[in-house]
């Protein structure tokens, strides 16, 4: 991962800062000792919860760590013990300032907090004590590595870049194949009914941006062929799971009318194109508890059906 596919969240935006190795997250207090330390992650409180303080002047690319419930900000530090803990204020120190180094390799994914005016990365342990302290940023081990776990989000809505969409792959698929025989000495006129359903599928793949609760459900519509080009579902009434592929039915129907001589067999075939789709997207969001915006980029893949026509012969 590199320094712009790290997502830095905007002040306002919460989240729980979770240990790669301990899974055991932070917490900050002020109620009871230890005031900061860290817990089980299956065990979620309201002291976990911390934003970000983005710095600027000559602090700009480094940030404060504000917990949610104490008001506090962590700080990293040689000494004196705690080397690990937090203060009050917005950082008015130069401990209290830490650098989001992307994690490499295995760790891709992950995070080291650096203060780089103590030259120290935080580390979290459950297999010797101190469990949550530091050590000097040249030495890099597994249990320096975090992650975000995020708060829970609105979807304001989903913009498709249309100008962009794929059609990855297209064959025909027939819905129906249909015969009427005119038993009669006279023409007669004949209509065939077409009552089918074709499967289609739709995920939502992140690409870059806020990290997307595996599980999370929203609404939206979804790209979709109509006769040449990309558009839009209007219908917002589809539910989704970021994460999952959803399966769902598109309903054809159709009445057309054929004309059948004496004796004569018409057949009629209906036919679409079934094909696999791909479009990217941005998602805009919102914080449940601030209100406070982000966004997520990613590709919508899915397999969809259209261009229904009929062939009589």
């Known amino acids: 991962m590199s320094n712009q596919d790290l997502y830095i969240p905007p002040h306002g935006i919460y989240f729980r800062l979770l240990g790669y190795v301990s899974q055991n997250v932070i917490f900050s207090r002020t109620a009871q000792e230890p005031q900061v330390g860290q817990i089980p992650v299956e065990s979620v409180y309201s002291d976990q919860w911390f934003t970000l303080i983005h710095g600027t002047g000559n602090r700009k690319g480094t ?8 008001g506090n900000v962590l700080f990293s530090r040689e000494g004196p013990a705690p080397n690990v803990g937090h ?16 994690g490499k390799g295995q760790y891709s994914k992950q995070f080291r907090l650096i203060t780089p005016s103590a030259g120290v990365a935080v580390f979290s342990r459950t297999k010797m004590e101190p469990y949550l302290w530091n050590i000097a940023q040249g030495q890099v081990y597994s249990d320096q590595h975090f992650s975000y776990i995020f708060e829970d989000m609105n979807v304001d809505r989903i913009e498709y870049d249309l100008n962009l969409g794929k059609i990855i792959s297209s064959n025909p698929l027939v819905l129906a194949n249909q015969t009427l025989t005119n038993k009669t000495d006279h023409e007669q006129e004949m209509s065939f009914q077409l009552n089918e359903t074709a499967t289609h599928t739709s995920t939502f793949e992140y690409s870059t941006g806020f990290t997307i609760t595996i599980g999370m459900s929203f609404k939206a ?37 054929v004309k059948a001589g004496p004796h004569e067999t018409v057949r009629a075939v ?24 982000t966004e997520t980029k990613g590709i919508w893949r899915g397999v969809s059906t259209w261009d229904l026509r009929h062939t009589v012969s």
């Open 270 to 293: 209906s036919t679409v194109n079934k094909g696999e789709l791909e479009v990217p997207f941005t998602m805009y969001l919102s914080s449940k508890s601030t209100g406070t915006k």
């Open 87 to 102: 203060v009050a204020g917005n950082g008015q120190y130069d401990d209290n300032w830490f650098k989001l180094e992307p």
């Open 63 to 70: 940030y404060a760590i504000k917990g949610k419930v104490s």
């Open 221 to 257: 519509g979804i790209p979709l062929i109509a006769e040449t080009e990309f558009t839009v579902e209007a219908s917002s009434t589809n539910q989704w799971t970021w994460g999952e592929q959803t399966s769902f039915s598109k309903s054809y129907t159709a009445t057309f009318p």
